[in-house]
């Protein structure tokens, strides 16, 4: 059970990062494009503060997802190897 809820955590921790990754920004009513693909043309130092904020929470929700998931693998493996032993 522990291993299938760390599993799901991690999973739904990467799919957050990749959603806010792809969702697009902007401010003032200037759009700035998104993490993956910033609108090109752009020159208001504002986006590049924001798309940089953005950046880091994407990449802290994909490590923390990678983790939590190598976790509940983790678990699942000593789990299997105590139960053949």
Same mark, same amino acid.
């Given at each position: 059970m522990l291993t299938k809820l760390l599993g799901a955590v991690g999973v739904l921790l990467l799919l957050?990062?990749?959603f806010l990754a792809t969702r697009p920004l902007? +401010?003032?009513? +200037?759009?700035?494009?998104?993490?993956?693909?910033?609108?090109?043309?752009?020159?208001?130092? /504002?986006?590049?503060?924001?798309?940089? /904020?953005?950046?880091? +929470?994407?990449?802290?929700?994909?490590?923390g997802g990678i983790v939590i998931a190598l976790a509940g693998f983790g678990t699942a493996a000593v789990r299997?190897?105590?139960?053949?032993v």
């Amino acid at each position: 059970m522990l291993t299938k809820l760390l599993g799901a955590v991690g999973v739904l921790l990467l799919l957050t990062g990749l959603f806010l990754a792809t969702r697009p920004l902007s +401010v003032d009513h +200037v759009s700035c494009g998104s993490v993956y693909s910033p609108d090109k043309g752009i020159t208001p130092m /504002q986006c590049d503060n924001r798309l940089d /904020q953005r950046m880091n +929470v994407v990449g802290g929700l994909a490590a923390g997802g990678i983790v939590i998931a190598l976790a509940g693998f983790g678990t699942a493996a000593v789990r299997d190897r105590r139960t053949r032993v």
